[in-house]
């Protein structure tokens, strides 16, 4: 009888530890579905303001989810709010060194403010991940001031020149 229990106690505990997975699978699928919700949300946004409300509660969820950091530098950018955004990319940049752009967005935050070198020593980390964000800094309003500098032109534009020439 007392091994008939031992056993029966042993099942028990295998059901409970089985039963709490389950819980726990559940409450992350429901947590899944919240954040992709407020995903929706935030690209139907046309307020920045709403659109940082919505990442704001994807970070409450997702406390280092780098994508809704960059986002959200995005959106804080679009309100004339560059330190801010500065903030948001590197502690995006800390959680992934290798977000494209998150560097990118920390560019545009560092042109906004005036840093320069900043700015295009950390473009060039966001192109050397991905090649699009050169056609992106070729039209983007937070490189304006930056345009006329050699370095900027040398890094954004000879190279789209010589692709167009060949």
Known sequence: MVEYERRLE????QLKQKSDIIHQNQAEIERTNEVHSLWLKASQETSQQNK??????????????????????????EIQEPLWAISLC????KLAPDNGHAHYQLACAYAEI?????AVTTLQKAIDISEAYRDDASVDLSFEHLREHESFRTLVF???????DA
């Open 90 to 93: 590197q502690r995006a940049l």
């Open 52 to 77: 940082i409300a919505a990442y704001d509660q994807i970070l409450d969820l997702r406390p280092d989810d780098v994508e809704a950091l960059s986002y959200k530098a995005d959106a804080v950018l």
């Open 158 to 164: 000879t190279n789209q020149d010589d692709s167009t």
């Open 114 to 118: 005036g840093r320069w070198e900043d």
């Open 10 to 13: 042993g099942i028990e505990d």
